[in-house]
């Protein structure tokens, strides 16, 4: 019943990898940007990456930049999140978010899933 449903995280030591998936029920997807945040105790949310369905591009967190690579299949109903090179600071519980149109303001995404737990530790 949740319009988006996330799944692939798991425990995994530091240089490892893995990759989240991000089910929606929506029809299309064309329309919507799609992101990837993140959140613990000691911090705030955090945003990740998000695809932006109005020009195309995806934009990463300075910490994740040539880690992670989000993408997206539209005719799936799915976006992906593929992380590699693990730290433990990406120690989080991972949430995917859509919005219409811009990836601007974490606060504007409107539609969240449960969030899936990942673990980086020796």
């Known amino acids: 019943q949740l319009p988006l449903v996330e799944s692939g995280g798991g425990l995994v030591q530091p240089g490892g990898s893995l990759r989240l998936s991000c089910a929606s029920s929506?029809?299309?997807?064309?329309?919507?940007?799609m992101g990837w945040f993140r959140q613990t105790p000691a911090k705030e949310r955090e945003g990740v990456a998000c695809?932006?369905?109005?020009?195309?591009?995806?934009y990463y967190a300075d910490s994740v930049k040539g880690r992670f690579t989000m993408s997206r299949d539209n005719a799936a109903n799915t976006v992906y999140l593929q992380m590699d090179n693990l730290k433990p600071e990406d120690t989080g519980v991972y949430y995917c978010?859509?919005?219409?149109?811009?990836?601007?303001?974490?606060?504007?995404?409107?539609?969240w899933g449960r969030g899936s737990p990942v673990s980086v530790s020796s």
């Open positions: 978010a859509e919005r219409n149109w811009y990836c601007s303001g974490v606060d504007n995404f409107t539609s």
């Open positions: 929506r029809v299309t997807l064309s329309s919507y940007a």
């Open positions: 695809n932006s369905a109005s020009d195309g591009r995806t």
